[in-house]
């Protein structure tokens, strides 16, 4: 009798927490499948509830841990069992995992950190739902100083304004830039808008000594380089 009280006062999950949080202490999150690293990250947003069969359906939904965490908000509430507290833990995940991505590049060349930056911004922008335009600055060693989000429109559109380009890299004390754009319908090959529009902020940092190092269209299908492609 005295057992089945105590089976009744300790839920199942609780062993279970402490022996995945041992595992990860132990072998790190390689170690790990992704729906066992999302459980970890839901213990504090859930912290009464078996997370493991909301774990797997957010899996199921968004194919891994990154898509998950990178979700919009609203399609991370349509999963059964997804509260505004789970949502908002992935959100700030996710965030988190940005910023750090960022941190670690401030400072460094640029371009001989082009992988690491290139995914740093697949990771910030492929998976948005509406284009932005990015603008990372660099000083004269070509280190990074400043990542800015420019503008931000449709789906298939964003206003891009030269001159506004070049003054912000001015009072950055940037002489050099990156452009980044991504395409929300997941294909990152350029239009011919985004030649034009590329061609025009080149003429207006030509003018003011201000190099246009490359334009990179990041997608879920990948990123196509402007410099690579011969249109830089």
Not at 77 to 84: D, F, H, I, N
Request: aromatic share 6%.
């Amino acid at each position: 009798m005295g057992d089945a009280g105590e089976d009744k006062k300790t839920p199942h999950y609780l062993g279970h927490r402490e022996r995945l949080r041992e595992r990860f202490v132990e072998g790190g999150a390689d170690a790990m499948p992704d729906y066992e690293l999302l459980e970890l990250t839901l213990f504090a947003a859930l912290p009464r509830r078996d997370v493991k069969p909301l774990a797997k359906a957010l899996i199921a939904r968004f194919g891994s841990f990154a898509e998950a965490i990178a979700a919009p908000r609203e399609r991370i509430l349509e999963v059964e069992g997804a509260t505004g507290s789970v949502a908002t833990h992935l959100k700030i995940v996710e965030a988190a995992a940005l910023r750090l991505s960022k941190t670690r590049l401030l400072g460094k060349p640029a371009l001989t950190s082009w992988a690491a930056l290139v995914d740093y911004c697949a990771a910030a922008m492929a998976r948005a739902q509406r284009e932005e335009f990015r603008i990372l600055f660099l000083d004269r060693k070509n280190s990074l100083i400043g990542d800015e989000v420019q503008s931000s429109g449709t789906v298939d559109h964003t206003p891009v304004y030269p001159r506004e380009i070049v003054k912000r890299a001015l009072e950055l004390g940037a002489t050099a830039i990156i452009l980044v754009h991504n395409h929300p319908s997941g294909d990152p090959t350029p239009s011919k808008a985004d030649i034009t529009m590329t061609r025009e902020v080149v003429e207006a940092a030509k003018a003011l000594r201000i190099v246009v190092h490359d334009h990179v269209i990041v997608g879920r299908s990948g990123h196509v380089s402007f410099k690579a492609l011969g249109l830089l």
